[in-house]
């Protein structure tokens, strides 16, 4: 079956860093597009960032374009989101998910998420 599972989420001052990570197994991960996908406290989901199955093409929200980097290392069946810059507003539960095609399509299947605080 299809797993998810996110890790490298934190405590993290203003201005500081991290790098998210997905690992991902029960399906072909190079056929398909991932993304993240995060939910701040009291609001709805908000679509990060959006990777083409061939690293061809990435896609960011305006809200984290320059600062957030999606990436994937087929031969490792995993996905990443360097996270620089990190502002409070990015404070939120995030969550890597299963695009149902190669390009950025709808989500099929998500993760349990990981917590990213950025305070001071």
Known sequence: QVQ??????GLVQPGGS???SCA????TFSNYAM?????APEKGLERVSDIYSNSGST???DSV???FTISRDNAKNTLYL????LKPEDTAVYYCAKDTTSWISALDYWGQGTQVTVSS
């Not at 993304?35 to 939910?39: A, E, F, P, Y």
């Not at 360097?82 to 810059?85: A, C, D, I, K, T």
């Open 82 to 85: 360097q996270m620089n810059s």
């Open 18 to 20: 991290l790098r998210l």
């Open 65 to 67: 374009k320059g600062r």
């Open 59 to 61: 896609f960011h929200a």
């Open 35 to 39: 993304s993240w996908v995060r939910q």
């Open 24 to 27: 991902a197994s029960g399906f």
């Open 4 to 9: 998810l599972v996110e890790s490298g989420g």
